[in-house]
């Protein structure tokens, strides 16, 4: 299909109803007519063909399907019963469904539309579109197109949220090819800890296709732990851009676990924007059958005394292809950098591929960086020293697997949502192999 030509008609009677983000969306609107879809000729996107997801008989409109709210009870994860809830359905946010525990005191949540045109529209205008000066793509700039159905969230100085903020991704493709843009700008401003939950479900047989940005700004002394779940199973394909910025002296922890998907694009931005900035990066990805997951990562150490670690772990399966993309920048004005990235990957079949390519391009000369990947198979040796105990080599090989991926895991501080991931992890590697 034509993609320009498609969502043309679409852009023009939506933009009509925009007032606060209608330059904004304009602005993406001509980046995208003129640059299009990413296609292979691209080198960030040589793996991954984006073009070929968009087919005909796409559905794509901004209303949303009505969906009974009490079968949203069956979306929520293991210990999070009692969080901040916050609902797309096909790609719009949903206010009616927006659950908050948390004080108001503490958390505002409304639509990106409200607030580019108040008390924030300050913070929008400074912020939004931020991730486009590292992913100057279509894809990025037709998702800026459609923003205004969009959420903004804003966690209050000083604020220390006792449940965390859970968004739920829901894709209705029970009438066929569903395409959803999700679009989230986030504030977590100085002195306040919050942890954000990413979760994406599928109602339906169809295929789904998610082009989501999100982008978070994280301020003075503050503490983020980001954590993005993809479980949606066979036909579910995802583009998805998480990009945050530390504007000052924080920390963040981001975890990314990819358990299921048709073709899956991970895009995580961490800017280190602010000196003494912390960030650690975890990605786990347990890949079977004709899985594609492409993950992508940029660690920008703009400012001097900035820490920063990145371990990203794959097992593939089957006819899967795993892909990681890892780079690291070092600016001039950045001294004492320290900034650490390595990718492991297991191979568990002979039509399983994976491709690495971490990277460094350091500008100053007063850090310590390093980066490292590694590909291959089982340890025969510790698979016979677990046969010979009378462990049967299907758990033998779960027991290397599950360990493979437990540091990552633990990354995950929720407890009940800890175990449940890794009850999903331990299923499928003892029904994969």
Request: proline letters at 2%.
């Amino acid at each position: 299909m034509d993609a320009k030509i498609f969502f043309k008609e679409i852009y023009q009677h939506q933009v009509k109803d925009a007032s606060n983000l209608k330059s904004f969306q304009q602005k993406n609107w001509d980046a995208f007519s003129e640059l299009g879809l990413p296609a292979i000729k691209h080198e960030e996107w040589k793996y991954t063909k984006v073009k070929n997801l968009f087919k005909d008989g796409l559905i794509y409109d901004q209303q949303a399907s009505s969906i009974n709210k009490d079968a949203l009870s069956n979306f929520i994860l293991p210990g999070t019963e009692k969080a901040n809830h916050v609902f797309f359905v096909n790609g719009i946010y949903q206010p009616e469904l927006t659950e908050i525990s948390d004080s108001t005191d503490l958390l505002v949540i409304k639509t990106l539309e409200a607030a580019s045109g108040d008390e924030d529209s300050a913070f929008v205008d400074a912020y939004l579109g931020g991730s486009y000066g590292y992913n100057s793509d279509g894809i990025n700039a037709l998702n800026a197109s459609f923003s205004s159905v969009g959420a903004f969230i804003k966690v209050r100085k000083g604020a220390v949220l006792t449940q965390p903020i859970v968004i739920h991704h829901i894709s209705d493709a029970q009438a066929g090819l569903r395409f959803n843009q999700p679009r989230i700008l986030i504030s977590i401003e100085s002195l306040s800890q919050a942890t954000i939950i990413e979760t994406y479900n599928r109602i339906g047989t169809n295929e789904s296709l998610t082009n989501e940005v999100i982008e978070i700004c994280v301020e003075k002394e503050a503490n983020l732990r980001y954590i993005k779940i993809q479980n949606e199973g066979a036909g579910a394909n995802h583009t998805g851009t998480t990009h945050i910025r530390q504007l000052a002296k924080a920390v963040t922890h981001a975890v990314t676990i990819t358990l299921s998907g048709s073709v899956v694009r991970n895009n995580l931005n961490m800017v280190m924007d602010g000196e003494f900035g912390e960030s650690h990066m975890f990605g786990l990805y347990l890949l079977d059958g004709n899985t594609q997951a492409d993950n992508h990562t940029i660690v920008d150490n703009a400012m001097p005394n900035c820490f920063s670690n990145e371990l990203y772990k794959g097992i593939m399966d089957g006819s899967s292809s795993g892909i990681f993309n890892g780079k690291i920048f070092v600016r001039k004005d950045a001294q004492k950098t320290n900034a650490y990235q390595t990718n492991k990957n297991i191979l568990m079949s002979e039509n399983s591929s994976a491709n690495t390519k971490p990277q460094l391009e350091i500008f100053a000369d007063d850090v310590k960086c390093s980066h490292g990947c590694t590909i291959g198979k089982l340890d025969d040796d510790a698979l016979f020293y677990l046969r010979a105990r009378g462990i049967s080599e299907q758990n033998a090989k779960a027991l290397l697997l599950h360990a493979f991926a437990a540091d990552i895991l633990q990354q995950i501080e929720i407890e009940e949502l800890r175990a449940y991931i890794d009850g999903l992890i331990s299923d499928r590697l003892t029904l994969s192999i």
